[in-house]
């Protein structure tokens, strides 16, 4: 299971991002539940920024409603976080999450992509 997300870079505040994690699985069936985007800055926790289910139910941390929207695309297993009206408190390293089924494992586990950084200037 390989998770990859791209899209970071930097931006001034007020300006827009949008991140893509895409997932690719070999050798076995299997079944995406939710995806999702978390952030960590230096010296902090990691903490959720936002969640999508498989029937598209999302939820957002309070610091991002209305300015982030969480989508995915089914068919090609990607995730993406659309970033408007970014501030500098949003910088951080954005690592994309999937909670999928492997056949082959016969068992629902978490798996994590690499993480894209996400730096916003004032």
């Known amino acids: 299971v390989q998770l990859q997300a791209s899209g970071g870079g930097l931006v001034q505040a007020g300006g827009s991002l949008r991140l893509s994690c895409s997932c690719a699985i070999s050798g076995s069936g299997f079944t995406i539940n939710t995806m999702a985007w978390y952030r960590q800055a230096p010296g902090k926790q990691r903490e959720l920024v936002a969640g999508?289910?498989?029937?598209?139910?999302?939820n957002y941390a309070d610091s991002v409603k209305g300015r982030f929207t969480i989508s995915r695309d089914n068919a090609k297993n990607t995730v993406y976080l659309q970033m408007n009206s970014l501030r500098v408190e949003d910088t951080s390293v954005y690592y994309c999450?999937?909670?999928?089924?492997?056949?082959?494992?016969?068992?629902?586990?978490?798996?994590w992509g690499q993480g894209t950084q996400v730096t916003v200037s004032s």
């Open positions: 999450k999937a909670f999928l089924f492997l056949n082959k494992d016969n068992r629902w586990s978490d798996y």
């Open positions: 999508i289910t498989s029937g598209d139910s999302t």
